[in-house]
């Protein structure tokens, strides 16, 4: 059996004593900073809305650098609306950033085609930035792309075939003189809606050049020797991608890399640091 050593109670008030001094004679440790709580800044915690207002809320402040950071934030954090880039393009265009004004109302126009203030807006900073309709519009069939999205014609593509189907068997079971020549009718329809989101599936990517006198590079990287310059605002194929560089093709046929801070694709939301 194992002893236990029993302390008797001098001993014990002794120890309690030296306990006690080492407490209060230790040094203590500072307190750590508590940072001031910003009632505009927005944790990445908090509800998408209430973020949305917050990044809102600097604009109106006019922090405009904050207000796009909270907005890149939430673009990346793939909580895209068109609402989101309309503030992103009145801030950035408070802050005299034309081409990535412009790249933000693309975008928006991406994600609600139909939206004629969008569209209005496009044409007031295309001229501001004295580019013609084909600087912003390289790809024809990305036209055809927002066609399809703003009328959803996969969707009516699809209603069109079943009716044709639904037409087919009506016209099996009954006799219905026209039932067949519907269905056929429909069926054809249907094939020639759903050629419209199939040849808008072939579009090349595209970026919008955001930054004033954007360098364009013979290699993708950072000491390569700048062959060219690209125009603030003026929308490229994306012909190649490697890493943080685009290789893109301007209105003149010049071709280049070019990096991911001096342009920003159309297709997709930025990545945070972009």
């Known amino acids: 059996m194992s002893a236990l050593r029993i302390v008797g109670p001098r001993a014990s008030r002794a120890l309690t004593v030296a306990l006690w001094a ?9 307190l750590a900073a508590v940072p001031e709580a910003t009632p505009r800044e927005a944790p990445a915690a908090m509800p998408v809305e209430e973020r949305f207002r917050a990044a809102n809320e600097l604009a109106r402040s006019g922090d405009f650098p904050k207000a796009i950071g909270g907005y890149s934030a939430i673009a990346a954090a793939s909580d895209e609306t068109a609402s989101l880039y309309w503030n992103w393009a009145q801030a950035a265009a408070a802050r ?12 928006a126009r991406e994600l609600d085609p139909g939206d004629r203030a969008v569209s209005r807006e496009i044409d007031r900073l295309r001229e501001a930035l004295n580019l013609d309709r084909a600087e912003i519009a390289p790809e024809p069939l990305a036209a055809l792309a927002r066609i399809s999205r703003r009328f959803r014609l996969d969707l009516v593509a699809l209603a069109l075939l079943a009716l044709s189907l639904l037409a087919h068997a009506v016209a099996r079971l009954v006799s219905f003189g026209v039932g067949r020549p519907l269905a056929t009718a429909l069926a054809v329809l249907g094939v020639l809606v759903a050629m419209v989101p199939t040849a ?6 595209t970026a919008t050049v955001v930054l004033r006198g954007a ?24 012909l190649d991608a490697a890493g943080e560089w685009l290789r893109v093709e301007d209105a003149t046929g010049a071709r280049g890399w070019a990096h991911l801070e001096d342009v920003r694709r159309l297709d997709r939301a930025p990545r945070l640091g972009d």
């Open 22 to 30: 080492l407490v209060l004679l230790a040094p203590t440790p500072p």
């Open 96 to 107: 005299g950033a034309q081409g990535e004004a412009l790249w933000a109302l693309l975008r």
């Open 200 to 205: 808008a599936s072939f579009a090349r990517p």
């Open 215 to 238: 360098a364009l590079y013979d290699a993708a990287s950072p000491t390569a020797e700048a062959v060219g310059s690209l125009r603030e605002g003026e929308v490229l194929p994306v």
